[in-house]
Nanobody, 118 residues
């Protein structure tokens, strides 16, 4: 099992930046792919970004490509989502996820709220 804890959410103006962090206790994350999803009010949860366990490959939704960057610090058991040039449509609860089984996103954090004001 993995207990994921997100932090760094908050209120930011459009065009600004925010960095989300995700860490866990009791289990190292360095051997697993990790990612971020988000869910806006009255919308389905959607994929945002993912990173392989080595950090060598990253993947992004088209809506955030070129603005967001996912990275990981395996020594500190932490994954980050750097959000730049944010837009009001980026407003959502952001969830950190981990793929422990190799077959999908097994565990989810409780989420952190990001609100972008126009």
């Amino acid at each position: 099992q993995a207990h994921l804890v997100e932090s760094g959410g908050g209120l930011v103006q459009a065009g600004g930046s925010l960095r989300l962090s995700c860490t866990t206790s009791g289990r190292t994350l360095r051997s697993y792919a990790m990612g971020w999803f988000r869910q806006a009010p009255e919308k389905e949860r959607e994929f945002v970004a993912a990173i392989r366990r080595s950090g060598g490959s990253t993947y992004y939704a088209d809506s955030v490509k070129g603005r967001f960057a996912i990275s990981r610090d395996n020594a500190n058991n932490t994954v980050y989502l750097q959000m730049n040039r944010v837009k009001p449509e980026d407003t959502a609860v952001y969830y950190c996820v981990v793929d422990l089984s190799g077959g999908g996103w097994d565990y989810w954090g409780q989420g952190t709220q990001v609100t972008v004001s126009s």
